[in-house]
């Protein structure tokens, strides 16, 4: 029913996953002998509650037990925003904002109340819970023991549900949007800065036009937060190097290499475009890269499909480029998953011994950067299906040469 | 020499300020019997060393230690972006990337080949600091001791330098271009994420313009990056109570109070414009609330010099909305320290004696938040002077109304 585009109740679509994964993280939890979990990483409240905060200096906690009803434990300052946009039924608040009546002052007394019993086994994500709070929660709950789910909950995430796919589709169409517009502004002889800021806005007016009810926010470090999740960049020759970096005010020039790359999150969900652009003609070195990199990722589509290796992916594209005399500026990786965040478990690198299963959502872009001569990317959005693989980014796979008309 | 713009050598004066923060850091690390110091909070990592790297998957470290040269660890993903844009002589490398050839695979063996001998006090920001990433530190580098220092560096970014002044008198130029321009998409009948887009088109037109060598970045979560700092956005009525959130497509009608927000961060440092907006005739109860907004921020201004309290700000706007009769709604706090940081330490809120000084950057928004009728809120970036202070923003710092002409 998610693909009747227009047609879908998204909030009762949302509850309705959001109730699936609760219970799939509860089998585990049971498998596990977890008796509670206690989950702070913004990314991964949201993949439990659907609730974005945007900002993070007061975090969001989702507290789940084997037993009680799952809480969104929220900041008073978060209350109505939780109550009313998050898909847990319970909400919970510590500390005082207003007129809200909070659980406790602080978020570790709030826990407390809301898991109850003291000597359990407590998952949290501890390569996201600062030892501060950390220490917090020993000291008020005295748990006995303390385990990471950071690797169950990153096995979780890694399949995407049909509510999850149908957001990156929505973010897939719009970066697709903002990359070819910046390439139509390079045209035009826009410097990447304007050509990013043209692509963004192109982005912007889409969301208004098709996806109104979609939120584009982004999630904050500790002390910021991300109030808008459509972006456009650009990077061009010793530049690309950088992997990412403000775009800056140089009008690419005949030679150049110029990367410009969108990526939008769309209800909470990412998709990315990168397009390395020829401008006018290559020298023969820059050339061979380019065509080792168009290779390189055909060696990688050509082997997508459910039960290939990540590694395998990888070894493919290093193949290629060793093949092409790239050999010893080999990337650390070839792709990564994108959901919540941008950069999401796992790698598509060497160790990675994980198989592709339909429902992954990863990024193809075997890319090389050097700073001497710049570097060579194209980033595609790629599902993982029952027969092999749908790009949800569309827009011109191949190479694309450009002559600056400005 | 800061203050002449466009003749000032910014590379150098970055250097030249990076490298008096380290010096004040060593005193305080020689005043405490701290040995070293390992930074990862991406807001303090650039505070140290002048570099964001934007994405912080791979995060940068800065490692500080009483004798030797203080070092910019970096993965080597980043080599080049670290190298050239880095304030610090040293930068240093873990994991693999291309041709760079990294000290150790990961993070924590580096740092202890950077930090030599154990049985160190080595301070880290454990508010910060991951549970995993403290454990590895404890198990290859034995220290005696760890302590926090999250106080400590909290206390010597609460006074700003000249460099970083200058850095947010730019940002303010930006979020008064923005609030303005969406108060003007507004008044021609946009929708308020229509007026959002224009204000953040119109900023970043006047960044091209104005700033072009700046950079406007913002700093990402553990699985993503903020490629753009430039952000406006609107929230209107019952939507304003939710704090912070993505604008929807509701065009503001007579009656309803609307609510600009323009955020920027250029060269590092953050300034923020908010402006409630009348639109047309106000009911009386909102009126009031409106009114109190105006009275508790002169109530707040009247007092703002070197010598008062942080808490004296909250308790004079807290009794002005007591006496216009939203006691029982008062906020958490009216204010907070900005900087490398949207939200930095402290808060204008009770219990914070400290005093304010020259060179602190705050802002002042005394708000009402009610899901019920909305709420209202202007912010302002000020600086804190000798003689008193200087908004450094300076659009329509008054009652704003407008008649939708759409």
Request: aromatic content about 8%; charged content about 25%; proline content about 4%.
């Amino acid at each position: 029913m998610i693909k009747r585009e227009g047609t879908v109740d998204y909030a009762l679509e949302k509850s309705v996953y959001v109730e699936m994964r609760i219970s799939r993280l509860k089998e585990k939890m049971s498998a596990n002998g977890i008796d509670a979990v206690i989950i702070r990483k913004p990314e991964t409240a949201f993949y439990f509650s659907n609730f974005n905060p945007v900002l993070n200096s007061h975090p969001a906690f989702v507290v789940v037990t084997l037993d009680a009803e799952p809480c969104l434990l929220v900041h008073s300052i978060r209350c109505a925003h939780a109550k009313e946009e998050g898909a847990l039924k319970r909400v919970e608040l510590y500390g005082k904002w207003g007129a809200n009546v909070p659980l406790a002052g602080k978020a570790a007394d709030a826990i407390r109340l809301l898991v109850g019993k003291e000597k359990l086994c407590l998952g949290m994500e501890l390569d996201d819970i600062s030892m501060d709070f950390y220490q917090e929660i020993q000291e008020v709950l005295h748990p006995d023991k303390i385990v990471s789910v950071s690797g169950l909950v990153n096995m979780m995430k890694i399949i995407k549900d049909e509510y999850e796919i149908s957001c990156i589709r929505k973010s897939a169409r719009l970066v697709d949007r903002g990359v070819e517009t910046a390439i139509h502004a390079l045209e035009r002889g826009c410097s990447e800065a304007e050509a990013a800021t043209e692509g963004q806005y192109a982005m912007r007016k889409l969301w208004h036009e098709k996806f109104p009810d979609m939120e584009v926010c982004g999630f904050g470090t500790s002390e910021g937060g991300m109030i808008d999740s459509l972006h456009v960049w650009c990077l061009s020759n010793g530049h690309i190097a950088y992997g990412c970096d403000c775009p800056k005010h140089y009008h690419p020039q005949n030679g150049d290499l110029t990367l410009p790359m969108a990526w939008a999150k769309t209800g909470g969900y990412h998709a990315e475009n990168e397009r390395t652009i020829i401008i006018g003609e290559l020298d023969s070195y820059k050339r061979r890269a380019y065509d080792g990199m168009l290779r390189a990722r055909e060696s990688i589509f050509n082997i997508l499909r459910p039960g290939t290796a990540f590694e395998d992916l990888y070894r493919a594209a290093a193949q290629v480029y060793t093949d092409y005399g790239f050999g010893d500026i080999l990337p650390g990786r070839v792709g990564h998953g994108i959901g919540c965040s941008a950069h999401e478990f796992p790698s598509l690198a060497m160790g990675n011994k994980i198989a592709l299963k339909p429902g992954m959502v990863i990024t193809v872009e075997p890319g090389l950067m050097d700073k001497g001569w710049g570097g060579v990317r194209h980033s595609d959005t790629v599902l993982i299906t029952e027969e092999g693989y749908e790009s949800l980014t569309k827009y011109n796979m191949g190479e694309i040469s450009i002559q600056i008309r400005g």
